[in-house]
């Protein structure tokens, strides 16, 4: 779904994306499926090399003829299923597997309609900037000038947020690992909305 709204929009769903997994649930429950939710699952069945079913945290077992998981896929063949039931490349695969690094998302609310031509706009310097803190990001994990995509829902979906008011939600790159980000990241949104106030939303900082 969201490569899709993404590309071929892009669109974006009234009420938030939330309304996708509503629509799903809606449209679904139609047809007589069941939804369970804060349900977690512990394990996946495996009998002669296919999956027959889930075991959930509770101990129920609950058989299927298909199981289809959106877990990651080394929590769910390392952990879940069990590399005893995977050929050996996909054991290998799986070993190998290493997590990447996820992005922060500041998201604001503001007073004024922000300068802003779409519901989507990048953010970025200089191609040969961001391709150098590519390549070093190990060595210097937050970019010396932040860069992302700045997403204005409101501009598609005024509903969101009161009368003259709007939302902005701010992805920015940068590699987490080693950082304290609970005792970082106060400090990192002030870093986000001074470094956007001073080139692409002038005047930002006054109107969050």
Do not use: C
Request: glycine share 10%; proline share 8%; hydrophobic share 40%.
């Amino acid at each position: 779904f969201l490569p899709y709204g993404e590309l071929q929009g892009p669109y974006y769903p009234r009420g938030g994306m939330i309304e996708l997994p509503n629509a799903l649930q809606r449209v679904g429950e139609r047809h007589g499926m069941t939804v369970r939710l804060q349900t977690p699952v512990s394990r996946v069945m495996v009998e002669r090399g296919r999956a027959i079913g889930v075991v959930l945290a509770d101990g129920t077992e609950i058989r299927s003829a298909v199981v289809v998981s959106n877990v990651n896929a080394k929590t769910l063949y390392a952990e879940m299923v069990g590399e005893e039931y995977l050929p050996w490349l996909a054991r290998r695969g799986v070993r190998s597997y290493q997590y990447d690094n996820a992005l922060p998302v500041v998201y604001l609310g503001v007073d004024y309609e922000p300068p802003l031509a779409a519901h989507h706009t990048v953010i970025a310097p200089t191609l040969d900037e961001v391709d150098s803190w590519w390549r070093n990001r190990g060595r210097r994990p937050i970019p010396a000038r932040h860069f992302g995509m700045v997403d204005w829902p409101t501009r598609t979906d005024p509903g969101l947020a009161p009368e003259g008011r709007h939302v902005l939600n701010v992805t920015v790159a940068g590699a987490y690992r080693g950082i304290d980000w609970d005792a970082y990241k106060h400090r990192f949104v002030d870093e986000v909305v001074g470094f956007l106030s001073a080139d692409a939303l002038p005047g930002l900082e006054e109107h969050v």
